[in-house]
């Protein structure tokens, strides 16, 4: 039998349990299996606030690709993609090239800036490990930094969040709980540091339900966050920012602008050329795209509409696991000649973070606040590890925290 060559790019939720799946459905015999990844582990995007504000190591977040897959099955390459060349079934690396049979790319998802002036050069981002390292370092840096210049910089003190959507509030939840750990460590009153949120929108996390909204705003107010809502960010300078509030612009000082308002898919797929909408490739209800047999696109760089309400289903981890598990089966179809699944998403619900143990969710149909939705929400990437790596994977990074 000739051994097809399966190449996936990219190890985050997508790639990564792909890889976990096939590793299990195929024989080494029936197919040889590659995956790529800048780095040799896979992170869990959703943890990425709590390391950027830190209140929780990165080295929680990331997870060894060889601790969950099998190198005797699944041949790990740790090098960038740089592009792909569907007519000749190629990827080139920044070390190289590669061949495939099927292609399955996992790329996930890139900082849109909407060409913002500054927000490249100025703004912190939470998009990897390396960013929320680095925020965390500045956020420390500045702290340090207040007692010892001659002149006081309230800009030191002031961070401005740009966008009040799903990450932006989760990172303002956990920012809120790390200021005063930080006050008491660079002896700064807590009254002196400003954490702002700073909304295009008429509220915060827009399409959201308004009780849940108002739950949301109380908690993080009580804990010191302000709101700027329907304020439009202008410019992002090294040492402020620009805003436009009702007809009028204002400049805020602040050496914090972290730009939570954007994401956009990895813009490799678009470079590429495949066809895409918005970035994203379109793809066929068995997750390959419109112009290639051979090429699935799964998660942030995949975009699948609702049948009933033609509207795009928002770029989840949630959804980028599931489809995994229909590109596996669907790879495995491929080989044997047999008919793909069709993918529908399994939507569960929403969970935000507001902070170590508290926040918002609606699951099932069901609204909870507080204690019971952080708990779920904790249950909920229990459940991720599980399923990637078992119990091991489990114990050594699960989140067992429920009562403090
Ligand atoms: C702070 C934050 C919180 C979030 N919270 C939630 C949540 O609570 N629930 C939820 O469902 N979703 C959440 N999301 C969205 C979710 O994280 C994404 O939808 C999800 O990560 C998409 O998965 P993916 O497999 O497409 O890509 P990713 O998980 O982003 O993985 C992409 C992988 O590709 C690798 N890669 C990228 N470019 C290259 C290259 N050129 N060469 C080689 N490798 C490359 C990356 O290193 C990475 O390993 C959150 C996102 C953020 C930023």
Redesign the pocket.
Same mark, same amino acid.
């Given at each position: 039998m000739n051994k097809k060559h399966i190449v996936i790019?990219? !190890? =985050?939720?997508?790639?990564m349990m792909t890889a976990a799946k096939l590793q299990k459905n195929l024989h080494p015999n029936e197919a040889e299996i590659t995956l790529?990844?800048?780095?040799d582990y *896979?992170?869990q /995007? /959703?943890w990425? *606030?709590e390391n950027a504000a830190g209140t929780l190591h990165h080295d929680r977040t990331k997870i060894k690709i060889k601790d969950v897959i099998d190198s005797n099955k699944v041949k790990i390459v740790l090098?960038?993609?740089?592009c792909i060349k569907p007519e000749e079934k190629a990827v080139k690396l920044q070390n190289g090239a590669i061949h495939y049979d099927t292609l399955i790319i =996992?790329? =996930?998802?890139e900082t849109a800036t909407f060409g913002i002036p500054g927000i490249k050069e100025h703004a912190f981002t939470? =998009?990897?490990i390396n960013n929320a390292r680095l925020l965390r370092e500045h956020l420390d840096f500045n702290f340090a930094s207040y007692h010892n210049e001659l002149e006081k910089k309230n800009a030191r003190l002031n961070i401005v969040i740009g966008g009040g959507g799903? @990450?932006g509030i989760?990172?303002a939840g956990e920012l809120a709980n790390r200021i005063p750990q930080l006050c008491e460590e660079y002896d700064i009153e807590k009254a002196q540091v400003r954490i702002i949120i700073m909304e295009g929108a008429a509220t915060v996390l827009p399409g959201f339900d308004e009780q849940l909204v108002e739950y949301a705003m109380n908690s993080l107010e009580s804990r010191g966050v302000e709101f700027i809502n329907g304020a439009l960010l202008r410019e992002c300078k090294k040492d402020s920012i620009v805003y436009e509030k009702d007809g009028k612009l204002c400049e805020l000082p602040t050496m914090t602008t972290i730009w939570a308002a954007g994401?956009r898919a990895?813009s490799?797929v678009e470079k590429s050329g495949f066809e895409t909408n918005g970035g994203k490739v379109e793809v066929r209800c068995d997750m390959r795209t419109p112009d290639f047999e051979d090429v699935f696109v799964?998660?942030?760089?995949a975009l699948i509409k609702n049948q009933e309400t033609g509207r795009a289903y928002p770029?989840? !981890?949630?959804? !980028?696991i599931q489809q995994a598990e229909t590109v596996a089966n669907n790879v495995k179809a491929s080989i044997h000649q047999e008919e793909m699944d069709s993918f529908t998403p399994n939507l569960q619900g929403t969970? @935000?973070?507001l902070g170590n143990n508290d926040a918002i969710a609606e699951v099932f149909g069901r609204k909870l606040f507080g204690w019971k939705a952080s708990c779920m929400?904790k249950m909920s990437d229990n459940r991720y590890l599980l399923k990637l790596g078992g119990l091991s994977l489990l114990m050594k990074k699960g989140k067992f925290n429920f009562f403090y």
């Open positions: 790019l990219g !190890a =985050g939720y997508g790639g790529i990844n800048k780095n *896979h992170y /995007t /959703t990425l *606030h090098d960038e993609v740089k =996992g790329l =996930g998802f939470i =998009g990897n799903f @990450t989760e990172f994401v990895n490799i799964i998660g942030d760089c770029p989840t !981890a949630q959804i !980028a969970i @935000t973070s929400k």
